[in-house]
């Protein structure tokens, strides 16, 4: 027998359970599956195929390629088909496709937010209705508020069952990535800990908890907390604890630091070319101009240290202290800081 | 070039040899054989591409960043151009540079055409399809599939739906196609790619850091092994020009190519240290100070305005009828006939060369009298442009 993803028990049983009863009745029905990305949304989903295998047929659509209706009604016609086969001219009505069907089926929309446009997002959430309670719904995306949004748009009078998937916390990611691994005792238990702990504290992403210590063991077979947090590191630290600056960069940033530092007014590129150009006469720096400077700011940009927002003020990505580091000049910083800029 | 009938002709032609060789060996697209300074970057592709191709290897990911000229490009190929030599056909590599594509989409038919070696015509649509039926199965028999894409930036569409689908190819493990995103930002799938495509990409990072001054001298000077047309000076000093902006070894290569072309042209026998100095200082010239020099009297002029009106005020911003004001009376001096019809022409000649900018009509900006402006070079560099015009024939 099919079961649940471990931690997902409930948002299991609750679709199976409610399809059956659907079908025993012979009412539309309609689900929206929400939760941050890697929270086992599509891999339950898949479970669930199997376990009502023996009262549906289904159809798996990902949306993001899949977004309009002709592309939908097709694969529902031809769900296992090869895509070789092309089907000219219109694909049959949906109330044909539901007429032809011999089980219900279940349409799985994956990544429905994808869907070309929100009419026909709507739009599928009523084909139970509308079309034939055969076709059972499931929908599938990242936003918990989706069919909240649409829902006073949607009418129905039966509204789709939500299942929000929540994060996974530090336990359940401690088993997700021992059952992936199958070997746990590669696995140091700290390390492990470790991992579970961080993923858990930044996203509950299962995905991501399993490529850290697939990435960690490609460091070395058994990882210890070393390696799982430098991985870690390489992710979630600040950018800047990995950039490297050029002179002339670091000149740039310092000016930003000292001019934000005092003045509550915007800082703009303009005003702090013309700051960086006289701060460079002052500590008898070489200024470089247009072309090298912009090439010396956009070092500063693709670091993420700084941005400039729409309109044209420069916003610092980093708080003080950790400018000073990326500077890594305390001389040259105290030097800014002591001009009249 | 061959008319001096002087004794030293052939001399003449030993260094020009020397030199000429010099240049070729400077080309960029002349892809070394050794990546001196990334021995790190090459030993963790290597085995990464070891893994994934390995007989249980898995689908994967890997996120490369790193400045422009930091040798990304180049060493990611050279590292596949080897294992291709080592292990012959059991892998199938796919290099795919984004900004070279038209349409990003185009991206789904390269590939599809680089995996079925198909040369019929085929559509965006169906391509992607197949791939993404392709990558859905397993099949043992076909080999593992790597794709480069360079310059990812240049995938983003709006919706990413593009992105999406590429790396949610390498989250079906025993698919064993394996992606290798190049770009420049450091944090793109955290700061630009939404949350389902960073979760798919995870967690296998590198980055090629700028090269210091060092380092540049230590790669050229290995890639111009057996020359002895340059100083060590010289490379030294291009290094640390570059090394002190952004780190980028293709500028360095730049410079001293424009060096030896110089030394060339004033026959030199070597490359020195004042054909490098002339070098920089011709890069340095930047495009936008050859768009101020093909401005017409008037655009002088009112280029010379927005400058003043910037300095006496200390504004930025200023409004079309503050710029008319001082353009008018540099016009008188000068004997000019100014007048609002060529001024506003002129705007947009300079708006188009970005040494002014004028700002989005709003409703309340329709009046052109009220327009907003700003300078579109640093006060101080509109200041040296001016000067430079003033006595044109100092150098
Ligand atoms: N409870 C669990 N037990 C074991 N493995 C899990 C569990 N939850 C998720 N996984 C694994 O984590 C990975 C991501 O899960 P899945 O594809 O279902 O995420 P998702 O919620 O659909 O994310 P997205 O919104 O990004 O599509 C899969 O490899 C899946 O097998
Ligand atoms: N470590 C190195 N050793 C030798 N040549 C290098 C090295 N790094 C870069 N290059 C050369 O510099 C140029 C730019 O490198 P490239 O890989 O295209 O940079 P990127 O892709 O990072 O912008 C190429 O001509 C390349 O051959
Ligand atoms: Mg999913
Ligand atoms: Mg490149």
Partial sequence: MVTALKGREKEFDTICDNVRKAIATSQPITFYLSGLPGTGKTATVYRVIEALSDVTTSVFINCASVNTLKDLTTALISPAESPKKKTRGRPPSLAKIAEALSKPMLVILDEIDHLSSSTLLYSVFRWPQEVSWKLIVIGIANSIDLTERLLPKLKLTIPPITLPFAPYNKDQLKDIIAEKLQD?????KTSLELCARKIAAVSGDARSAVRVIKQAKSVTATPTTREVL?????????????????????????????????????????????AYSKACTELNIPAVKGDDLET??????????ASVDKAGRIRLQIDASTARSVIANSHMISQIDDLNL | MAKSKTPTRAANKEVKNLIEDLLKKLHTSEVPEDLPCRGEQINKIEKFLRSVISPNGESSAMYISG???????????????????????TFKA??????????PKEFFVRVYKEITQDSKRVGITTARRHLNLLFQSIDRKRPPIIIMIDELDHMCTKRQELIYDIFNWTTNERARVTVIAIANTLDLPERM?????????????????????????SIITARLSDTTAFDDQVVEL??????????DLRKAIEILRRAAELALDAKASRVSLEHVQSSIAETQSSIRMGYFQSLSEHGIELFRAATTQVMTTGVEEFRFYELFKHYLSFCAGQGLDGNELIAR???????????????????????????????????????????????????
């Fill in chain 2, 94 to 103: 796919i290099y795919i540079n984004a900004m070279e594509l038209i349409d």
């Fill in chain 2, 345 to 395: 022409e002129i705007i947009c000649t300079l708006s188009s060369m970005r040494l002014i900018i004028v700002a989005a009509t709003t409703a309340h900006s329709h009046n052109w009298w009220h327009r907003k402006m700003q300078l579109g070079v640093p006060l101080q560099e509109a200041l040296d442009f001016l000067k430079s015009y003033k006595n044109p024939d100092s150098p």
């Fill in chain 2, 238 to 247: 291009a290094g640390r020009k570059v090394a002190a902006i952004s780190g």
């Fill in chain 1, 296 to 305: 010396a700011w956009g070092n500063i940009e693709s670091q993420s240290l």
């Fill in chain 1, 230 to 274: 430098g991985v870690l590191n390489s992710v979630y630290a600040s950018p800047l604890s990995r950039a490297r600056l050029p002179l002339q960069s670091q000149v740039l940033l310092a000016v930003c630091l000292r001019i934000s530092n005092n003045k509550k007014t915007a800082l703009t590129r303009f005003a702090l070319y013309n």
């Fill in chain 1, 184 to 188: 746990e005792n590669s696995m140091d």
């Fill in chain 2, 67 to 89: 400045v422009p000229g930091t040798g990304k490009t180049a060493t990611v190929q050279t590292v596949v151009r080897r294992l291709e030599d080592e292990v012959g056909p």
């Fill in chain 2, 193 to 217: 790619l939404s949350q389902r495509i960073a979760s798919r990409l995870g967690s296998n990072r590198l980055t090629f850091e700028p090269y210091t001054h060092q380092q540049i001298q």
